[in-house]
Structures are given as C-alpha cells and as structure tokens.
C-alpha cells in the first residue's frame, strides 16, 4: 500500500480546518502533492485547481443561514482528498508510463517538432478518456504527409 502518500493527503485534510485558512496557498500544495502522486494533469489536480469560492450575488442571496463559500469550497476539497484516499487504498499508486521511452514517440521525434513532441506527451501524460487522447493527438499530427506517417507507423512497430 502507499501509506507516504495516504499520510500526505491525511496532511492536507487536517490542514483545512487550520485556522486562519489561505485557501490559494492550500490549493498549491496540495496541486502539487497530488500531481506528484496521480500526474500533473490527473483530474484530481484539476478538481482542485477548480475551487473557487462564488461570490456572485445569486449566491451571496441562496447562502444566507447556510455555509460559508470558504466552507464550501473546503467541502469540496475534502471530498476530492478523501477519495483520492480511497482510490489508494484499493487500487495502489497509479502505475507512471514514461512517453518518452515509448517505442512510438521515439518514432515520432524524427518525424515531428519539439513542440508538437511535448504536446502529444502531454496529451499521454494526461487523465482524459482514451477517446480524447486520440483525437488531440490526430489533432496535433494531421498535417504531416503520408511518407512521414508511414515512416513513424514503421519506426514504432520496429521498435
């Protein structure tokens, strides 16, 4: 089991009901502790980044005699840790695939900028459905010619 990592974000719980509570500077660490732990792009990292308190008037309006939007905003973040938790618990640490030593981004790199090499390992890299993958990745790639794609399809089943 991944008990550093369970231990850390039990760290970050415990950190929300710290007094006084800065919510962007919790927010940062806890983007951090938990790219570290599920990837930079997981969406966990994403869920977090995402809390923000609504300041709206409607909201100000609905929220009189309820919570405050910090409260909320903590409920929330609870929430997202304590499953992250859960996740651990029953599945382990999410197993890290390095793009770069793929058979088929080594293919690439001949074939495709530095730029559109980063973007496509990003896109790896990233917690989006296999689906999404595919068509950013097709995104990125669809103006190279035939003879560079068959290159790239030959390099990477040659390995």
């Not at 500077?25 to 977090?48: C, D, H, P, Q, Y």
């Not at 382990?92 to 390992?121: C, F, H, W």
């Not at 917690?127 to 003879?147: G, M, S, Y």
């Amino acid at each position: 089991m991944s008990n550093k990592e369970i231990n850390l974000i039990n760290d970050l719980i415990a950190r929300l009901d710290l007094k006084p509570f800065d919510l962007q500077s919790w927010k940062t660490n806890a983007v951090m502790i938990l790219g570290r732990i599920f990837g930079e792009n997981s969406r966990k990292t994403e869920l977090i980044r995402s809390i923000q308190p609504d300041f709206s008037s409607w909201s100000l309006r609905d929220a009189t005699g309820r919570i405050s939007q910090i409260d909320e905003c903590r409920k929330m973040a609870r929430e997202v840790l304590e499953a992250s938790i859960a996740e651990l618990e029953a599945f382990g640490l999410p197993e890290k695939t390095n793009p770069e030593t793929n058979p088929a981004m080594l293919a690439l790199e001949e074939y495709v900028t530095v730029k559109q090499s980063r973007d496509i390992a990003q896109v790896i890299k990233s917690d989006i459905p296999t689906q999404d993958k595919t068509a950013k990745i097709t995104e990125i790639l669809k103006n190279l010619d035939q003879v560079d794609l068959l290159g790239i399809v030959a390099k990477s089943l040659i390995g």
